[in-house]
């Protein structure tokens, strides 16, 4: 017992210094775990150890993929939704299917389905090896794409895996994997959505920020369990939960108890992030061990190794290449349409054009006995707040435009990580040549982390022009003041409280009180209709709501102690 104490107080040591230490000389973090981790696997102590993969797969995944969802700016996933999509599926299909191939060539007796499998394993980008990305100065689509990514592409590559080893032992029916791909996602997408309604409908009426943390902490497993059991995607249904509870819990979650699964949350993933590496590093002497063993060749996998990890970003490049030229053109048409985009919004926006396009609407309606139902003004709402989210989203893409600099940040940074190892090591043990395809996997990871992720700060720092700095910091003036201006407008919108004469009292201070979290109420729903609409740049908005939540805590802190 002593023993396993020492081990996790050792661990969450070097997990913390490696976070300060890392960035200090330059080298990201997860590098530094994983380098630490390989050293540890020489000690006598480590020789053999053994990481479960299931101990990866379900139980560190499904939280860490659940708080990243929390936390990724909902407009920017679904204004890049198109891109992730195509990532997170097609090109792990693609990729899978081309180191299939290439697999089956050069490991002999290998055979197509099983270099599938393999080429599933290594394909999909990994959720913690894409946040060293974050920590450089990147694009903010970029940054979206590749989160979005790494959320959903595990999905795709643990879905096609299992349908490739079916596929060695029955005959392989494309239709019928089509139709299990499916299966998984639409159940996982049903069960998330669920489990995220039902966590916000429990913890609003939870007042203990500590029991509701304590709640959240849940969400992931009790999404990703049910998933699993009915054959879907645990890891799609936690991701679900995740965008479920991020996108809502400003509505419905007070300020005390966001600030409280924000603080607690980025602890876990720090710890969660930091065990995905080190024990990524731990397993390399008893997987070099196994090879050995099965007399199948330590340098010829290192070798196939890096071929594999070449043809990845070869593929990748592929991909993105017409990816970019799609968005391009996608984002000159949306140019074109602004202007009587806006022509649209300018007539919405009066009394008199909202009720002559309301008959204009009506008019243009199949009769009564056509099937047809006349719009109501409702619809009209919705179609006027669609307009609007079309011209804010132009006006992003217009802004943040993606180039071959762009393009180079999304193949660049596309690294496998930990999460690719333990799928290797779920590979049935008659599987053949088993322990050298979990080297090949291991050092597909290991590459990628080493070459990419250390050179993506450099190369982005290279290639990235310099910034007008004194254009981006009016920039951002001209975005706060407009903010500013819809939460003056917004909390002039709550009536004044009646003036009593005297001195102060505690009736009066109660008054003044409710007036100010009533203003604060209409301001951070007025903020929150502007984020779903797109009209505010992300971090703007999530600046001006943070301000908000820290003034109502202050607020109720301070009548908690006058009472």
């Known amino acids: 017992m002593t023993e396993l104490l020492v081990l996790i107080v050792s661990a969450l040591v070097l997990i913390a210094a490696a976070a300060v230490v890392g960035p200090r000389i330059g080298i990201a973090a997860p590098l530094v775990l994983v380098a ?112 979005g990514e790494s959320l959903l592409n595990d999905a795709t590559a643990l879905v096609l895996l299992r349908t490739a080893i079916v596929a060695t032992a029955a005959s392989f029916s494309f239709w019928g994997a089509v139709g299990t791909f499916a299966y998984s996602v639409v159940v996982a997408l049903l069960i998330g959505w669920l489990v995220g309604w039902l966590d916000l409908v429990v913890r609003k009426r939870v ?110 490049a592929a991909y993105v290449a017409p990816l970019l030229r799609v968005l391009r053109a996608r984002a000159g048409r949306g140019v074109r349409l602004e202007d009587r985009l806006q022509g649209v919004q300018a007539k919405l926006d009066t009394p008199e054009g909202q009720r002559q396009a309301f008959v204009e609407v009506n008019a243009r309606q199949p009769g009564p006995g056509s099937g047809g139902r006349p719009r109501s003004a409702r619809d009209l709402e919705r179609f006027a707040r669609r307009v609007t989210q079309v011209l804010a989203d132009i006006a992003y893409f217009r802004r943040e435009p993606l180039g071959w600099r762009e393009g180079t940040a999304v193949v660049w940074a596309g690294m496998r990580g ?59 003036d001209a975005e706060r003041t407009r903010l500013f201006e819809l939460m003056r407008s917004s909390g002039e919108s709550v009536p004044e409280p009646p003036q009593l004469g005297g001195d102060p009292t505690q009736e009066q201070f109660g008054i003044a009180k409710e007036h100010r979290l009533a203003v604060i109420a209409a301001q951070r729903s007025a903020l929150l209709d502007a984020r779903d609409n797109g009209t505010f740049d992300a971090d703007v908005l999530e600046d001006a709501l943070a301000n908000l939540d820290a003034t109502q805590i202050a607020i109720e802190l301070r009548g908690t102690a006058a009472t």
Do not use: C
């Not at 819990?249 to 108890?257: E, G």
């Not at 979990?438 to 990235?464: E, N």
């Open 418 to 476: 930990a999460v690719t190892v333990a799928a290797a090591q779920t590979l049935p043990h008659d599987t053949p040549q088993r322990s050298a395809l979990v080297l090949i996997a291991f050092a597909v990871a290991a590459l990628s982390l080493l070459v990419q992720g250390g050179t993506i700060g450099p190369l982005l720092r290279r290639i990235t022009p310099p910034r007008d700095t004194a254009a981006l910091e009016q920039q951002t």
């Open 207 to 316: 007042t203990d920020p500590t029991v509701n943390t304590v709640i959240s902490f849940a969400v992931p497993f009790a999404a990703a369990v049910p998933a699993e059991s009915l054959g879907a995607s645990g890891l799609v249904a936690a991701v679900v939960a995740g965008l479920i509870t991020g996108v809502f819990a400003p509505r419905d979650l007070s300020p005390q108890h966001r600030l409280s699964d924000s603080q607690n949350w980025r602890t876990v993933e720090l710890v969660l992030e930091g065990i995905v590496f080190l024990t990524m590093g731990l397993q390399i002497t008893s997987i070099v061990g196994a090879v050995h063993h099965d007399h199948a060749g330590v340098g010829i996998a290192v070798l196939v190794a890096v071929g594999a990890f070449v043809l990845t970003v070869m593929v990748r």
């Open 36 to 147: 630490i981790g390989v050293g540890a696997s020489f000690l006598p102590w480590f020789a053999s150890v053994h990481i479960e993969p299931a101990w990866v797969l379900e139980g560190l995944l499904p939280p860490l993929l659940y708080a990243s969802a929390v936390s990724m700016p909902a407009m920017n996933f679904r204004r890049e939704f198109g891109a992730i999509s195509g990532l997170s599926v097609l090109l792990v299909v693609g990729s899978a299917l081309v180191l299939g191939l290439f697999f089956m060539l050069v490991l002999p007796g290998l055979g197509f389905a099983w270099g599938v499998a393999l080429g599933a394993i290594v394909s999909p980008t990994d959720a913690v090896a894409t946040s060293i990305i974050k920590r450089t100065s990147v694009s903010k689509r970029v940054v979206a794409m590749l989160d």
